[in-house]
Structures are given as structure tokens and as C-alpha cells.
């Protein structure tokens, strides 16, 4: 049964990779990360993003590759896809994601044109499986981050991070199109996420002297 979650706005902007002060969790519900200093900012006005972010000029002429990972030659990815049915991998990298008690994990982010694969590299186990249908929106900052938020109504979201949140979230957009109705990519420096089913956290995010800001506090 999908729960019920008002109305909410979120925002991701590509940079350098993340720089964070305390990768550990302190087990309070507040935590704060701050990323390097963006360099000269331009206004996208291409899609998904229709000019309402703000990114590096690196990320606009930056080639997309897809496959990060070279999926065909680590046989326990293939076996996870063919397990599930899927062959085409149409984007593959390692990223960041953070848990409901705040801490981050490192993750192989699979994207296929039927599902959304997080997988543990060193287990080599399959963690979740998202079909494409599943998913409501995405949602970013307006600032140079490397967040993004996957909203998910029928289960629970999944914050991460990554180097390459553009190509994520233009390959889901793309993705999504044929698996439901089109992907809403939503921007805003302040909102919110379900954790976990019964936890809702706020992701803030504030343009501070020599970088951007991030806070995530459980409401």
C-alpha cells in the first residue's frame, strides 16, 4: 500500500567528489558534511534540469560513459541481473549511500531499463532491487553538491551521492519514461526523505565561505 507523504522539493548539483569532516556515525540524528568549494558556476538550461541548477562547467561538456564499472567482466554482477531477468546495464558506478542511522555505505549503483540495482562490493550481494516504475521522483539542490535523493512512495528513499549525479539523474529520466509516467526532477535546498518507513529526515543544504554545507536531521 503506498503511504501517504506531502508534497516535497529536492536538489542535486555535480562537483568534485565529497570531502567529508566525520564519516562515522556519533548516533545522534544530526549530522553535518561539508563539501570542496565549487569553482565557476554556469546555468544549465538543457534537461532534466531546465535551468533551475546551477553546475560546474566541467559537468555541461563532461562525455557520459554509462558503464564505470565494465558490468560484463565481474561475473557475480551478470549473475545478479540475469537472476533478475535484465541485460541491458545502462549505467554503473560505485557511490555513496546513507543509511537510516546516518552513516554512509559504499554501494555499486546499477541502472537497467527496467530497474534501479544497489549492491554491496564486498559482499557481492544484491541489497536492493528498485523497479523503474516504483519510482515518484528525484530530488536535488540548487547548489554544487553531490546529492541526490530517489523517491520511492511504495517502499522507502534512498539518499546518495555521487561524483556523477547528472548522468544519474539524466539516465533515470530517460529510463523512466517508458516504465511510467515521466520522472518529476525536483530542486530545492531544503527537503525531505523517508529513511525508512516510519522515518522521515530534512536535508538542508547552505552555501557556507569555501564550500557547501549539508545537514540531515531526522524529523
Not at 559537468?59 to 560513459?65: E, I, Q, T, V
Not at 553538491?145 to 512512495?153: G, H, S, T
Request: with cysteine; aromatic share 8%; hydrophobic share 35%.
Amino acid at each position: 500500500m503506498n503511504r501517504y507523504r506531502p508534497n516535497r522539493r529536492v536538489q542535486i548539483e555535480e562537483s568534485q567528489p565529497p570531502r567529508y569532516d566525520d564519516v562515522e556515525d556519533d548516533g545522534q540524528d544530526d549530522n553535518s558534511m561539508r563539501l570542496r568549494p565549487s569553482e565557476n558556476n554556469v546555468t544549465e538550461d538543457q534537461e532534466p534540469f531546465m535551468g533551475m541548477k546551477v553546475r560546474r562547467k566541467a559537468s555541461l561538456h563532461r562525455d557520459y560513459k554509462g558503464d564505470y564499472l565494465d558490468v560484463p567482466s565481474h561475473p557475480y554482477l551478470m549473475k545478479i541481473l540475469q537472476k533478475q531477468g535484465d541485460k541491458q546495464v545502462i549505467f554503473a558506478d560505485k557511490v555513496l549511500k546513507f543509511t537510516g542511522s546516518g552513516k554512509m555505505k559504499r554501494r555499486i549503483l546499477l541502472i537497467t531499463d527496467f530497474a534501479i540495482y544497489l549492491v554491496d562490493p564486498e559482499t557481492d550481494a544484491l541489497k536492493r532491487r528498485i523497479a523503474l516504475a516504483a519510482v515518484e521522483k528525484m530530488c536535488l539542490s540548487e547548489l554544487s553538491d553531490n546529492f541526490f535523493a530517489i523517491i520511492i512512495p511504495s517502499e522507502y528513499d534512498l539518499l546518495m551521492a555521487s561524483t556523477r549525479k547528472t548522468e544519474i539523474v539524466t539516465v533515470l529520466v530517460e529510463a523512466t519514461k517508458s516504465a511510467s509516467e515521466e520522472l518529476e526532477v525536483a530542486f530545492s535546498n531544503r527537503f525531505e526523505y523517508h529513511a525508512a518507513a516510519e522515518m522521515v529526515k530534512e536535508v538542508e543544504f547552505e552555501e557556507v565561505e569555501g564550500g557547501v554545507k549539508t545537514r540531515i536531521v531526522t524529523k
